[in-house]
């Protein structure tokens, strides 16, 4: 699904993006870990043509992304900070992405789902952080795009939400899609996650399920396993 082959990225004299080569194969959920400033989100805006690497090669289901943008038509992205044109109601918004991608009329159902039926006359400027992430998942899953890339989807949502939020995202990998997460909650990575890429000063520390990652380390749950990583890193 997702194939990068030895990636540098700089900015300035910070070296982000240190030879990360990495395959995500088609179907399942891949958690991408790391502390900030590990490259996590460079990475992940060098995928969707956001940021241009100094070289290197990524394809996405086969094609290698620099020859065209069309690639995009196949991606689903949620943000992580939902900046929306705060003059705009909740329902314009919805209708403007809805004309500028073929939608699947899932929006409905999501509207529902995360009750967002009394925001929708309502401007976006007016919104809480966790209904605009609301309004951003709507936006982000009411497509049907074999990948979907979702950078810190949990932001500011409420426990009712975070349930909904989840089954949403193992609907999706029902459906065969390829899902990839970054996120700092560990409960929720644990929770989803068919395997995890833990990034680290630019490169890729490991790749595997989280058992894997418990059995290299040592250690007896999930947050020691990446507490470790950490601490013997930064020793």
Known sequence: MVSIENL????????????V???????GIFAV???N????????????GMVIPDKGTIEVQGNNINKSS????????LPQIANFPSNL??????????????????????????????????????????TKQKVNIVLTF????????????????????????????????????????TSHIMSFVEEVSDEIVFLLEGKIYFKGTIQDLKTKTKQPDFDHAIASILTNNHA
Do not use: C, W
């Not at 540098?8 to 030879?19: E, W």
């Not at 490259?39 to 992940?44: R, Y």
């Open 8 to 19: 540098h990225k700089k900015f300035g004299k910070n070296q982000v993006l240190k030879g």
């Open 21 to 27: 080569d990495l395959s995500i194969n088609e179907g």
């Open 33 to 35: 870990l790391g502390p």
């Open 37 to 48: 400033g590990s490259g996590k989100t460079t990475l992940i805006k060098s995928v969707l």
């Open 70 to 77: 069309e690639y995009r038509h196949k991606i689903d992205y």
């Open 89 to 130: 109601k909740v329902k314009e918004l919805i209708k403007m992405i809805k004309d500028l991608r073929k939608p699947t009329n899932e929006e409905i159902h999501l509207i529902e789902l995360f009750k967002l039926e009394p925001f929708l006359d309502k401007k976006l400027g007016n919104l809480s952080g966790g």
């Open 142 to 181: 009411m497509f049907d795009s074999p990948l979907i890339i979702l950078d810190e989807p949990t932001s500011g949502l409420d426990p009712i939400s975070l349930i909904r939020l989840k089954d949403l995202i193992q609907a999706e990998k029902a459906k065969g899609k390829t899902i990839l997460i």
